[in-house]
């Protein structure tokens, strides 16, 4: 089945440095990409769209400026939160669509908890 | 605008008893509808889907679901829960394809032996 990593799985920084958080789909083209924040025994909150090379879409409330994605080649979205606080500590979710799968699937990455010291 | 409700925070059944984890959701049109599980620290495993078809559904790891439209409803079931089946479930919807999920809040199943 379809594979999503992402990397680091989890990273701890000082407040004010910026942290970038990779995801990769293996076997698969992603021409989609979303990513998610989940806060502890909270749902997932949907923070932005990425399509393969353009602009992401950003939910509502979403700082653009903090959270940088890219997404630069098919298999490949990145995350960064800039100047990063201890509000910001999260637990980071990408998930990636494989249009060739039937039912338009998405695939989860493993997730990636970031701590802001 | 799409919604999902998952209106139980826990659900608490003991081992070979049938579980039932309830979802309902509002959508503009034609829902997607997806299970998916999480345990700790880890991401999400995808259950099962209903795009279209037979509105009874099976998954994996032996949950099943059905899409009600008339309720707007899409339960996941599962007829003999294990200990092994604890975590924590989401119901997700949306309403064409390409599109990102919205996410119910999230259910923890417990499964006591």
């Known amino acids: 089945g379809a594979v999503v990593s992402q990397h680091p799985s989890w990273v701890i920084c000082k407040s004010g440095t910026s942290v970038k958080i990779e995801c990769r789909s293996l076997d698969f083209q992603a021409t989609t990409m979303f990513w998610y924040r989940q806060f502890p025994k909270q749902s997932l909150m949907l923070m932005a769209t990425?399509?393969?090379?353009?602009?992401?879409?950003?939910e509502q409330g979403v700082e653009k400026d903090k959270f940088l994605i890219n997404h630069a080649s098919l298999t490949l979205s990145t995350l960064t939160v800039t100047s990063a606080h201890p509000e910001d500590s999260s637990f980071y979710i990408c998930s990636a669509r494989d249009g060739g799968f039937s039912g338009d699937e998405q695939f989860f990455g493993p997730g990636t908890r970031l701590t802001v010291l | 605008a799409q919604s999902v409700a998952q209106p139980e925070d826990q659900v608490n059944v003991a081992e070979g008893n049938p579980l039932t984890v309830k979802c309902t959701y509002s959508?503009?049109?034609?829902?997607?509808l997806f299970w998916y599980v999480q345990y700790p620290n880890r991401g999400l495993q995808f259950l099962l889907k209903y795009i279209t078809g037979d509105n009874l559904v099976k998954g994996s790891y032996g949950f099943e679901a059905e899409f009600n439209k008339s309720q707007t409803s899409f339960h996941l079931k599962k007829p003999s829960a294990l200990v092994s089946d604890s975590a924590l479930y989401f119901c997700a919807v949306k309403d064409q394809a390409g599109t990102a999920l919205i996410f119910g809040k999230g259910t923890t199943l417990s499964v006591s032996s």
């Open positions: 990425s399509n393969e090379g353009s602009k992401a879409t950003y």
């Open positions: 959508v503009s049109g034609n829902p997607y």
